[in-house]
C-alpha cells in the first residue's frame, strides 16, 4: 500500500520553470490587450461628465457676471443713469478694483483667469474677456458703446476648451 502511493507521488508531475515563464508571459500580454480595450471606454465614460461640469461651471460664472451693472460709470442706485446717458463708458476695460469680492461691473472680468478653481471643480480653469461689440458681430468688436460682448472659455481636467459668450445690453 505504502509503496503503491510512493509510486503515484512520483509519477504526478509539476509545472516546469520553462512553463511556468511562457505562462506568466502569455498571461501578462492577455491582460495588457483586456485593459487597452477598457481603458478607453473608461475614457469616454467620463467624457459626458466633464462636459456637464464645464457647463455648469460656465453657465454659473456667466450669471454671476451678468448681475453686475454694464460699466463702472453708469449708475448702481436712482437716477439709475447708463454711461451712455452720460457720455462717460469706460473706454478702458478691465477691473478698477483691487479683489474679486469688489467688482461691480461686467468687464471688471476683461482678462480675469483662474487657473484651478477647486472644489467641485478640481483642475478646471477659465478665462474671461469682455470687449464692446454694439452690433453684436464677433468679428468687429469695439464698435460702439452700447453692447458688451463677454466670452467665458473653461478648460477641463484633459485640456479640452468649452467657450461661453453672452452680451449685456446698457440698461
Ligand atoms: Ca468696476
Ligand atoms: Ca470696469
Redesign the pocket.
Known amino acids: 500500500m505504502r509503496a503503491k502511493r510512493a509510486s503515484a507521488f512520483k509519477n504526478a508531475k509539476g509545472f516546469t520553470l520553462l512553463e511556468l515563464v511562457i505562462g506568466i508571459v502569455v498571461f501578462t500580454i492577455s491582460l495588457t490587450i483586456v485593459l487597452s480595450l477598457i481603458v478607453p471606454q473608461a475614457e469616454q465614460t467620463a467624457e459626458p461628465f466633464r462636459q456637464v461640469k464645464a457647463a455648469k461651471l460656465g453657465q454659473s460664472l456667466m450669471n454671476d457676471i451678468l448681475s453686475r451693472s454694464y ?2 460709470n453708469s449708475d448702481r442706485s436712482p437716477p439709475f443713469e447708463t454711461c451712455n446717458a452720460k457720455g462717460n463708458c ?1 473706454t478702458t ?4 478694483e483691487a479683489n474679486e469680492d469688489e467688482y461691480d ?1 461686467v ?2 472680468y ?1 482678462g480675469h483667469v483662474v487657473s484651478n478653481v477647486g472644489g467641485n471643480y478640481n483642475n478646471f480653469s477659465f478665462a474671461v474677456t469682455v470687449d464692446y461689440d454694439s452690433d453684436l458681430n464677433d468679428s468687429t468688436p469695439t464698435d460702439g458703446q452700447t453692447f458688451k460682448r463677454i466670452d467665458i472659455a473653461v478648460t477641463a481636467p484633459d485640456g479640452q476648451v468649452y467657450n461661453f459668450s453672452a452680451y449685456r445690453g446698457s440698461y
Open positions: 460699466d463702472e469706460s476695460l478691465g477691473p478698477e461691473d468687464d471688471d476683461n
